[in-house]
């Protein structure tokens, strides 16, 4: 049992690539495909006391292609799809910004759009969060970025962009802690079970 002092931890998961497979840019839940071993990650990850968090860019927004709503809504059947299927994912947060954008409000630089840290440090903040203890995952040298520039330990998933490359993944100055085929490999090099 924790101790009252104890902070929950966390595994912050990106989206597209490692939740659901990288499909480019999709407005509506019809466009999801999900892994086949997602579910039984997050059932896993909660089993183990994590909260499930998900970070994802979605520039989309900004480059005028799907409105917030829609992303909103996406996430909220996403979310619903896996809570029936006895998978709970706690939060999504996502970026709408692109410096290339073209919808005014989201055209700039913003600490939430990864390899920045901003998703991960707000969710930290709104489920008072210990990072050291908390991983990120996702299949991006981003994604990687994003986490240890928040204090997370961090797992590298070969099934979006980083697929086929294997051990070779060198991105100067982002080297993940681990190196998974998949998120449920992932889960249970974290849990060892």
């Known amino acids: 049992m924790n101790s009252p002092l104890t902070r929950p931890k966390a595994v912050f998961l990106d989206r597209d690539g490692t939740l659901i497979e990288d499909k480019g840019y999709i407005c509506d839940f019809s466009q999801v495909a999900i892994f086949p ?20 860019n979605q ?3 900004a480059r005028g292609i799907c ?23 706690d939060a999504f947060y996502y970026s709408p910004y692109h410096e290339a954008g073209v919808v005014e409000r989201y055209k700039k630089h913003h600490s939430w759009r990864k390899p920045g840290p901003g998703m991960i440090l707000q969710a930290a903040r709104d489920f008072s969060l210990s990072l050291p203890d908390s991983y990120v995952i996702g299949d991006d040298p981003i994604d990687i970025a994003a986490g240890r520039k928040a204090g997370c330990k ?4 070969l099934t979006g962009k980083e697929a086929g490359v294997g ?8 080297k993940p802690d681990l190196i998974s085929p998949n998120l449920l490999t992932a889960i249970e090099m974290i849990t060892g079970s």
Do not use: D, Y
């Open 67 to 89: 409105t917030g709503a829609q992303v909103e809504a996406l996430h909220s059947k996403l979310k619903e799809h896996f809570r029936q299927h006895g998978a709970i994912i």
């Open 167 to 174: 051990e070779a993944v060198v991105t100067p100055g982002v």
């Open 59 to 61: 520039s989309a927004i």
């Open 154 to 157: 961090t797992i590298l998933v």
């Open 37 to 56: 071993f997602a579910i039984e990650a997050v059932r896993r990850i909660h089993a183990h006391g994590f909260k499930v968090i998900v970070i994802t």
